[in-house]
């Protein structure tokens, strides 16, 4: 083998290192700018990951699907998943599919077989980091809201383009994270979602 053809491989290698993470940032951000925007409601749930740091933990109570299938997908396999609005203004899922439906918004999504006709749809967004500091205050309002039947729910407000879908905001009580840590003097670091 030359020292030559070596040179290449090592520069390929080098090259597509580079970028694979440059194509994933570069669909993130046109997802955050040109995708349609759906609001979620969101159910409690609290973790803290070690190696990634704070975030909260979101759930969407709307994942619950019921659907006969003529053929049903493997477990935990990818569906394409419909969106539509309820009276509420917010978003759920809707008709699963093996293809993306020909018109209309549609997730990526995985699916997880029930009992009855029933399944679990498996959402790609379920957590919005915070910074350290920040992150105890909000995951306590975001369960105070949650369980609290007097108050709006969380709402989750994810941008959906081309079956991704990116988390742009978390509501807390109607209100947007960031104004939300801005009125309690913590400034508007939320944070990043995956």
Known sequence: MSARWRRGVFLAASALQIAVPLVQIVRYEQVLRHGHVYRFRCEPVDPADVFRGRYVRIQIP???????????????????????????????FGRLGRWPPATG????????????HTGRVIPPFDRLYLPERVAPE???????????????PPVVVVRVRGGRGVIEDLELGGVPVRAWLRSRGMGGGAGRAR
Do not use: C, F
Request: proline letters at 9%.
């Open 62 to 92: 709307a994942a619950t699907v019921t659907q006969s299938w003529d053929r049903a997908p493997t477990p935990r396999g990818w569906v394409a998943a419909s969106l539509e609005i309820g009276p509420d203004g917010l978003a759920h």
């Open 138 to 152: 909000v995951e306590a309002e975001y369960a105070r809201t949650a369980l609290s039947a007097t108050n709006r």
């Open 105 to 116: 918004d549609w997730l990526k999504v995985r699916w997880s077989p029930g009992p009855d």
